[in-house]
């Protein structure tokens, strides 16, 4: 199972940006979607969390309210819309697959090579 990622980039505070994961190949071990994210100096976050038909939904306190996840089962695609974008947003996103939909780094077995988010002021 391979994950890539695009539509990272740089963008002003207040924007929006929407990321995209195309998962190669969907299976039992890839129930459980995720974006995580690291931002310079610290450690890899959980950012939100879905299964592919939608159920399950979470997300961090820190982007409530203005990120969204979704899924196009069609195209193997999972995107995350980010909008009111802060400066604290900057990191590289990373997108994973799992068996399981959780909040943890260790419920995800497979991983894209990341995508990096700039928020300028």
């Known amino acids: 199972v391979q994950l890539v990622e695009s539509g990272g980039g740089l963008v002003q505070a207040g924007g929006s940006l929407r990321l995209s994961c195309v998962v190669s190949?969907?299976?039992?071990?890839?129930?459980?979607m995720a974006w995580f994210r690291q931002a310079p100096g610290k450690e890899r976050e959980f950012v939100a969390a879905s299964s592919w038909a939608g159920s399950d939904s979470y997300y961090a306190d820190s982007v409530k309210g203005r990120f969204t996840m979704s899924t196009d089962n069609a195209k193997n695609t999972v995107f995350l819309q980010m909008d009111t974008v802060r400066l604290e947003d900057t990191a590289v996103y990373y997108c994973?697959?799992?068996?399981?939909?959780?909040?943890?780094?260790?419920?995800?077995?497979?991983w894209g090579q990341g995508t990096q988010v700039t928020v300028s002021s």
């Open positions: 994973a697959a799992g068996s399981l939909v959780g909040i943890s780094e260790a419920s995800y077995a497979y």
């Open positions: 190949r969907l299976t039992f071990s890839t129930y459980g």
